[in-house]
Structures are given as C-alpha cells and as structure tokens.
C-alpha cells in the first residue's frame, strides 16, 4: 500500500494509515483466508485426511510426542498443495481493499482514495465480524520503507 499527499518527491518511503486488528496467534494465514474466501467458487476445497500419524505411540494433544520427539501428526503433500493454493489468495486482499502485514500479523482498512478516514473504522469492523476475532479496533499509521 502507497499512499502520497503533497509534494512527491524521489523518497523511498511513503506514509500510510490503516484502521485494523492483531489477529490471535491460533488464526493462521491459511485459516483467516478461508474464512474470508472460503464461499467464493474458485477458492480451492480441502479433502481429508489432512494429515497422518507421525509417530506410533499413544496420541497427545502436544505437536510433538513426548517418547520419541516425531511430530503427533504430519502434513501430506495434499496439505502443502492445499496451502499453496489458499494462499495465492492473498492477491484478493489488495482486490477486496485489505491490507495484511505479515509481520506483525495485523489486518485492516488502509486510508485511499476510495476510502474515507471516517469510514476505515467500520469497514474494519465489518472485518472483524468476518472473521469472527474479538479484537480492538486500533489506528496504525506512520512511514514504510519502499
């Protein structure tokens, strides 16, 4: 996202404001992707199983089994094909008008010209009950490097 006001110059850097979230640590990409695009026709359909057993001993709710140290379970090559696709939605967030900084794991409305700082809140809103996050609404807005 690039937003310029006033004078332009040969800056490597631009300001922005976006009105957003910290999505929870459990949400992953993949997850917040298929809640937003899941109902769209081309957004790619999960089959199961989604993963195998990575060890033989006794299941445990931990990611790794704590006789042997293999992963409880593993991803299949369906899964990983699975997750390439979802992703390529991430092009459809800049469509939609969304920002997503990855780093910081943080979605929002940036402020364009299509979108009027008094209304970036409430489309950020309408966001989060898409979503279904329980989150405060914060302002973000500063410098980013080009």
């Not at 332009?8 to 957003?20: D, M, T």
Request: hydrophobic share 30%.
């Amino acid at each position: 996202m690039k937003i310029r006001q006033g004078f332009v110059s040969n800056s490597s850097s631009s300001s922005f404001v976006v009105a957003g979230f910290y999505l929870p640590s459990t949400m992953t990409r993949v997850n917040m992707l298929e809640k937003l695009y899941s109902e769209d026709e081309d957004f790619p359909q999960k089959k199961l199983p989604e993963s195998v057993r990575g060890c033989e001993h006794e299941e445990t709710d931990t990611q790794f089994c704590p006789t042997c140290g293999k992963p409880m379970w593993v991803k299949t090559d369906y899964d990983r094909e699975y997750e390439n696709k979802v992703t390529g939605y991430f092009d459809a967030l800049d469509d939609d008008g969304i920002e997503y900084l990855w780093h910081e794991h943080f979605i929002g409305i940036p402020l364009s010209s299509d979108v009027r700082f008094e209304d970036i809140e409430g489309d950020a809103e309408d966001l989060k009950r898409k979503l279904g996050v329980d989150a405060e609404i914060i302002i973000l807005s500063g410098e980013m490097e080009c």
